[in-house]
């Protein structure tokens, strides 16, 4: 499988941006996908992550309640709404998949996308 996040751009504090995370290759059911993000000179960390049946969530402290995460088997496709950003979100998202393991850790997600820039200004 292949993963194309899209959807990044320059948005001011309070705005909104909604990220897409496209399959290609395969089907993306039965992956459980998880959306991370690195500002610069920052460790990546974890953002939110989806069961394959979308019926499980799981955020990150720091985006929850602003963050929402979906998916559309049918469309091959992930989502990251993103609503109320602050200039501390800015950084480049990476979707990615993995089959099984703990979905807020990055170990076992073993397949990645190449990243969006989300760019918040104050």
């Known amino acids: 499988v292949q993963l194309q996040a899209s959807g990044g751009g320059l948005v001011q504090a309070g705005g909104s941006l909604r990220l897409s995370c496209a399959a290609s290759?395969?089907?993306?059911?039965?992956?459980?996908v998880g959306w991370f993000r690195q500002a610069p000179g920052k460790a990546r960390e974890f953002v939110s992550a989806?069961?394959?049946?979308?019926?499980?969530?799981y955020y990150a402290d720091s985006v929850k309640g602003r963050f929402t995460i979906s998916r559309d088997n049918a469309k091959n496709t992930v989502y990251l709404q993103m609503n109320s950003l602050k200039p501390e979100d800015t950084a480049v998202y990476y979707c990615?998949?993995?089959?099984?393991?703990?979905?807020?850790?990055?170990?076992?997600?073993?397949?990645w996308g190449q990243g969006t820039q989300v760019t918040v200004s104050s």
């Open positions: 989806i069961s394959w049946s979308g019926g499980r969530t």
């Open positions: 990615a998949t993995k089959v099984r393991g703990a979905f807020n850790v990055e170990f076992q997600y073993d397949v």
């Open positions: 290759g395969r089907t993306f059911s039965g992956y459980i």
